[in-house]
């Protein structure tokens, strides 16, 4: 007979927090990958809408509609058993609070997701969605879905008015509602302020090792692909034979507070 897993919920992730255990989290596209994750120990499955750039081929992640949203996050949310899962409001599908709304369903209704995540300090949406029962993450410091107006991919909130103004938008996501919150490229030092501060948890991404979890583009770990690895990431393969050794390799390390160090942080 099989054994039922319970998928985590948001307040597993919470009590990680409050009990100072790290969260792992990685991107997740499609269900062998979602299989192996959830086989090793991943607390959350991302399907972030880098697959714009990793599975699609585009060069930014703009392109990304919320039906191929709602066909990769259903992929993944049919494999996993544990992790929890968290499907990402791609570029221009929450303009208003009603469109979040409708495009959020989506991703809940038809893909599995637990958790959306939007870009941005878009209060009014945050608000409205988890007035209507949706758990929201934020993501501040690097948006990728404003890179036409960033004009490139850089660290955010190195000088003291922007760093005043990411902390100031992670606390009213979180009093707008939010229950997680992904920081992404941001120096170590601000993302560890923002992370004691806030009483949900902190996930960064070239954040610094301060954060109360991290994630990765699962591309960018396991080395696949063309595009330069960025700073913050880390090839888990070199070590390793298979990429499930590789995922458990960085979930042991993210657990351990042994991944980042200061040569993937800011
Ligand atoms: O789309 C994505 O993969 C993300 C992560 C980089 C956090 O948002």
Redesign the pocket.
């Known amino acids: 007979m099989q054994t039922l897993i319970k998928p985590l919920s948001i307040n597993d992730l919470t009590e990680m927090k409050r009990c100072g255990e790290k969260i792992t989290c990685l991107?997740a596209y499609d269900a062998s990958f979602s299989a192996v994750l959830d086989k090793a120990g991943i607390d959350i499955l991302?399907v972030?809408?880098?697959?714009g750039m990793v599975v699609q081929g585009h060069s930014t992640?703009l392109p990304v509609s919320i039906n191929d949203m709602v066909y990769h996050t259903r992929c993944v949310s049919h494999a996993r058993q544990r992790a929890f899962i968290i499907g990402?409001l791609p570029f221009m599908s929450y303009p208003s609070p009603k469109a979040a709304a409708k495009n959020a369903a989506k991703l809940m209704q038809l893909g599995g997701a637990q958790m959306v995540?939007l870009?941005g300090s878009r209060i009014d949406c945050v608000s409205f969605l988890v007035g209507q029962g949706i758990p929201v993450c934020g993501?501040l410091g690097l948006l990728?879905q404003s890179i036409n107006q960033l004009g490139r991919y850089a660290v955010q909130g190195k000088n003291q008015a922007d760093a005043e103004k990411i902390s100031a938008d992670a606390y009213a996501l979180q009093q707008a509602g939010a229950t997680l919150l992904?920081l992404?490229c941001v120096p170590a030092a601000l993302a560890k302020q923002i992370s004691a501060q806030l009483s949900i948890p902190v996930?960064g991404?070239g954040a610094g090792v301060d954060c109360d979890g991290q994630?990765l583009?699962l591309y960018d770990m396991l080395n696949i692909g063309t595009a330069k690895r960025p700073r913050f990431s880390k090839n888990f393969m070199v070590d390793v034979n298979t990429i499930e050794d590789a995922v458990v390799a960085y979930h042991q390390a993210v657990k351990r507070g042994q991944f980042p160090t200061p040569e993937h942080s800011f």
């Not at 972030?48 to 697959?51: E, K, M």
């Open positions: 991107t991302l972030g809408d880098s697959l992640t990402d995540k870009e993501h990728p992904v992404e996930i991404i994630v583009v």
